[in-house]
């Protein structure tokens, strides 16, 4: 069996961490690796860098197993693909589901047009993953053009059936249970932080003590924003962390945001004194202390939250019961989406659909006679 596989390097200079892919002899493949530094320069997320290299090495041990060459691929043979990532089990026996298989083609076609245009392979194999394809139905804001002659695009070729579910949100109930799991008062702030903003936990862990404006008049620090808020930057910080967007923004800081971030600052003086991190996430309870708090931190508190809640609790959750909750209160979509940082709106759009308790609620409103709100 070929077994490519992905792994994460350490540069012994500076301690700067890439993702590279190996193949069986445990030597780097040159073009998959190349490809991931590009996404790294790119300034994509070290979490995409991460599954894309997975994907990339499950798609370069896939052609090893069946004497495929990657390098001129056929789509007849990236169809085989598609069809063993759809039905091999992971998980507890689970199927992939469409959305997830066409992340897995997204990242291999990424792939094999980097090679294309390093000239690493015939651009004629990268041209042949997509086709022309007319939009029938255009997102909010598209611009057909005068004639409607942008509505005829290029779109992959290969593409799994999907179905459009309505984001993961947690309930207020939910929320209330996690907040009571949390036992520190750096654990409420990050809960708290992202029920109320809607961030992203890269932005998050991205966040530095200059970026947290919560005074009601922050002029005299140069900012024009009226009222406590949080800034937001896409940039390079020390835990890796990376803010998706590129486009800075700001977010409303709530009066519960206040109220958690200056009991944490009251903890964090207490446990690691006056360091000179200028990050606002840092570590508290294990060393090393004071270093600014990374993605894996994070998750091994949420899985902690999730064991001690009974039900899965993950930061990305959080975000999307705060825009649930947003557009439920009758906030404009286009507020929303600026909240989010979202560039289409079409990425918005998607907490208007109905969750099966809105429709239960309603059916069961107009049964008993009530008016349904």
């Not at 009991?263 to 090393?288: C, F, I, K, S, W």
């Not at 208007?352 to 008993?368: F, G, N, S, T």
């Amino acid at each position: 069996m070929n077994s490519f596989c992905a792994e994460r390097a350490v540069s012994p200079l500076d301690g700067s961490e890439l993702w590279v892919v190996l193949d069986p002899r445990y030597l780097v493949h040159r073009e998959a690796s190349d490809f991931l530094r590009a996404l790294h320069g790119a300034g994509r997320s070290p979490h995409t860098i991460r599954v894309y290299a997975g994907r990339v090495a499950r798609f370069l041990a896939w052609c090893g197993d069946q004497g495929v060459e990657w390098s001129s691929i056929s789509l007849a043979n990236l169809a085989r693909f598609k069809h063993v990532v759809e039905a091999t089990p992971y998980r507890g026996g689970r199927l992939r589901s469409g959305a997830t298989v066409n992340a897995t083609l997204t990242a291999v076609c990424e792939f094999l047009r980097f090679c294309a245009r390093t000239g690493v392979i015939d651009m004629v194999v990268a041209d042949r993953l997509a086709e022309p394809r007319w939009l029938r139905f255009t997102p909010p804001g598209f611009d057909s053009g005068e004639f409607g002659q942008f509505r005829t695009v290029r779109a992959r070729a290969l593409k799994a059936r999907t179905q459009t579910r309505f984001p993961e949100a947690l309930t207020d109930e939910q929320i209330e249970g996690v907040l009571a799991c949390c036992r520190r008062p750096r654990e409420r702030f990050m809960v708290i932080l992202l029920r109320d903003t809607g961030l992203r936990i890269g932005e998050a862990l991205g966040l530095r003590r200059a970026d947290m404006h919560l005074l009601p008049d922050s002029r005299g620090l140069g900012c024009v924003v009226v009222g406590a808020h949080v800034h937001v930057r896409h940039r390079a910080n020390p835990n890796g962390a990376l803010a998706k967007s590129r486009f800075p923004r700001t977010v409303p800081a709530s009066d519960a945001v206040l109220a958690a971030y200056a009991d944490y600052q009251h903890e964090r003086a207490g446990l690691v004194g006056d360091d000179a991190t200028e990050m606002v996430l840092v570590n508290l309870y294990r060393a090393p202390f004071g270093a600014p708090m990374t993605y894996w931190a994070a998750k091994g508190f949420f899985d902690r939250l999730a064991r001690a809640c009974g039900f899965p609790v993950r930061p990305h959750m959080l975000r999307h019961s705060a825009a649930t909750n947003w557009v439920r209160a009758g906030v404009d979509l286009d507020v929303v989406q600026a909240l989010l940082g979202h560039v289409s709106l079409a990425s918005t759009t998607v907490y208007l659909h109905a969750r099966d308790e809105d429709k239960r609620r309603a059916v069961e409103a107009v049964a008993a006679g009530r008016r349904y709100r």
